[in-house]
Every structure is written in C-alpha cells, then in structure tokens.
C-alpha cells in the first residue's frame, strides 16, 4: 500500500516538474519570435504558455505582442505608401532642379529612403554655383507639421552637406502643390535664380488670386443679403443700410470688400482686394493690390496697410481723406508681415496677413468642403482666429463674437 501511494505521488510530481519545464519552453519560444517581429508565431506560443498556466495571463507579454502587431501594421503601411510614392514619382515628369522629399503620415524626420534627394539637392546646388533653393513644407492640418519638416531638411542641406544658409529660402504652407494626398505631405526643394524666383512668385500668386476670386464669386452670389449698386452685399443691416461686419462685392470691376460699416458707408478695420492684379488697384494707392486698414465715412483713414500683387509690403503708415499721408510707398518697422493668398485643397482658401509664414492679423477664410460658400473674416495670431469676428453662412444667415484659440465665444 505505501509503495502505490508514493509511484502515484512521484506520477504527481513529475507532472508539475514537467509543466513547469514546458511553461519555461513556451516563454523562451515566445522571446525568440518577438526579438524576430514574428508577431504571429508570438501568439501561437503565447497561447500555448497561457495553457499551460492553466489560462493565467501575462500583462507584460500580451503588452508586448501588441506593440509587435501595431508595428508590424505600421510597416506594411508605410511599405503600401512607399509602392504609391514610387507609382506617383514615376508618372509625374522630372524637372531639373525640383526635388521631392515626401514623408509618411505625419512623420517630420526624413526617412533614409529619402534622404537621398537632399544629397541630390545639395549636389545640384554644388554644380551650380548662382543658384539658390527654395525649400518649402506642407500639410494639410498642421502648419507647425509643415514648418518642422521644412526646417529639418534645410537643416540636413546645411550641417550635413555645408550648404550655405543664405542660399536657401525656408517656407511652409497648408494644403500642398499635388492633387495625390500621399504626395502631399512633402517638402519641395526648387531651385532658383533672383529673376526666376520672381516670376514664379507672380505666378503662384496669380493662380491663387483666381481661385480666391472664384470662391468670392461663388459666396457673394449665394443668397446676398441685398443687391446694393453696382455690387452683392452680405452682412449686417438696420434702418435699410449696411451696418455693422459685412462683405461687398463691385460686380463691374470684381473689387471685393469684407470689414465695418456705419450708414452703408466703409468704417473701421477691413480688407480691401483689389479687382485684378494687372491693371486694378486700391484707390490712391499705386500699384496696391491689397489694402488692410481703417476706414472713416467711406475713406480710407488711420492707420493702414498696402501690399503689392506678390503680397509684398510696400506702406505702412496714416491715411486721411483716402489717402496716404507719409512717404509712399515706405513700410517702417512691419517688414515682417506679407499678403497671402493660402489655399488649402479641399477646405478653403486663406486671403489675408501672414508674420513668419503663419496667419496673423487681418484675415478672411473661405470654405470649399461641407461648408462650401461660408466665409469668416477678422484677427488671427498663430494661425488660429483670434478676436473679434463674423461668420456669414452660405444661406445668408451669420453670427458675430470673439474667437480666441479658435474656438468661438458668443
């Protein structure tokens, strides 16, 4: 009797010992394909482990195999996204001098695989010794993604090849120059001569003024709060005028007009565009295409602001009975602020001041998305609506307030 009690104790023994080997086991096989990123075989032996836990789990482990599945999907996604920039790389025609560095998501860090065409951008500008490069980020939802992936090629060009940073001109902007949105989320790299640069500037900003205007168009023939002249105006009103934020648009000349009234006549803050950038320009202000300022009774007065058809500033200083009253042109200390007219692909278009590449000061968005013919016009800082403004909806309808942050405040 006391022999069968101890074989069966010993049969008991030795299947704890066993299961206790096998558990060990399990572990090892599940280490040895996780340091492989082999997530599935991971599961299997995990499983397995679990079982021979009697079903008791692993935080640590399962944590583990998780992270190894996400970045197992994020790499099959990022080598989906490299076959589609490869696809599109390869139907779009190669200009010399233009270089695409294209990033994945919203990936700031240039990759290794493009890290290639900063070298050829670096070793075009060695070749030719009179040009310079324009290098110039984008994203569609965040400026400072833009500004960041602009920053850190320009940076590559400069420590890693010895660039010199005067022959470079750092930008970043909303949307991005392709209609592909994987090949949007890019940094170009054009090269340029003073003369060629010029021209491309006339060129970009022309092509935006037409879309601006065809946006205009669109929400100012929608539902107007009232035909008044020779233009659509939309806005507030009393007593039968144009009183308080409001849009008006000249149908003769296309001049268009977003700020303050008082009795129908133009007063305090507002945006005046002028009606084509050849041969249209704000009153008494020569060759001023877009005018940012104060207005009294119908009349340009206080302090304003005048740039020219690349958005360049060109006066800043008091204006009485319409017309300037200092050295014109002359732009004392507001150097820093351009004209932009920002489009933003399927969303909008920005027209209005820009400091250091971001939205700020006086400025007017137009929607394109859901919201298509709907326009918001006052103060920005850093990219973001900030202070007093109005919203006009495409059916007429609007409600002004306070934004601060971008976020409205009744």
Do not use: H
């Not at 850190?152 to 970043?172: C, D, F, P």
């Not at 890019?186 to 970009?204: H, S």
């Not at 009349?299 to 602001?305: A, I, M, R, V």
């Amino acid at each position: 009797m006391k022999k069968k009690i101890f074989f069966i104790a010993l049969i008991f023994c030795n299947i704890v010992v066993f299961g206790q080997d096998m558990t060990d086991i399990y572990k090892g096989e599940i280490e040895k394909y996780l340091n492989k990123n082999d997530c599935d075989n991971a599961q299997v032996a995990y499983d397995a482990y679990k079982k021979s836990r009697n079903g008791i789990t692993d935080a640590d482990i399962e944590a583990r195999i998780n992270a190894c599945k996400e970045r197992s999907k994020t790499i099959a996604e990022y080598q989906e996204w490299q076959t589609r920039i490869r696809n599109f790389e390869s139907q779009t025609p190669k200009i010399d001098g233009v270089f695409n560095v294209f990033f994945f998501k919203k990936e700031t860090t240039v990759s290794t695989d493009q890290s290639a065409k900063v070298a050829q951008a670096a070793g075009y500008l060695n070749s030719n010794p009179s040009a310079k490069l324009r290098v110039t980020g984008y994203n569609s939802e965040s400026m400072s993604i833009s500004e960041t992936r602009a920053k850190a090629v320009s940076q590559i060009l400069i420590a890693k090849y010895g660039i010199n940073s005067n022959r470079l001109t750092i930008e970043w902007k909303g949307g991005g120059p392709y209609t592909n949105p994987d090949a949007n989320e890019v940094v170009t790299i054009m090269a340029y001569k003073e003369q060629a640069v010029q021209e491309t500037q006339n060129d970009n900003m022309l092509q935006s003024f037409k879309t601006l205007q065809e946006f205009i168009q669109s929400a100012m023939n929608s539902n107007p709060t009232a035909n008044l002249g020779n233009g659509k105006y939309k806005g507030q009103m009393s007593d039968g005028n144009r009183n308080g934020l409001g849009a008006y648009y000249w149908n003769d000349d296309k001049s268009f007009y977003f700020g303050g009234f008082i009795r129908g006549n133009q007063n305090g803050s507002s945006i005046e565009i002028a009606g084509n950038l050849d041969n249209s320009e704000v009153n008494n202000c020569p060759n001023c295409k877009f005018y940012v300022g104060s207005w009294s009774n119908g009349l340009k007065s206080g302090k304003g602001t005048c740039y020219d058809k690349t958005g360049k500033l060109i006066y800043y200083g008091d204006f009485k009975d319409d017309k300037p009253i200092e050295t014109y042109p002359t732009t004392g200390s507001y150097t820093s602020y351009k004209f932009q007219i920002i489009s933003y692909g399927n969303q909008g278009v920005y027209a209005g001041e820009t400091k250091d590449g971001k939205k700020y000061g006086q400025g007017i968005f137009l929607w394109l998305d859901k919201w298509s013919g709907d326009m918001w016009y006052g103060r920005w800082a850093d990219d973001l609506r900030d202070g007093y403004g109005i919203y006009i909806r495409k059916d007429g309808t609007m409600f002004t307030g306070t934004w601060k942050g971008d976020t409205y405040n009744p």
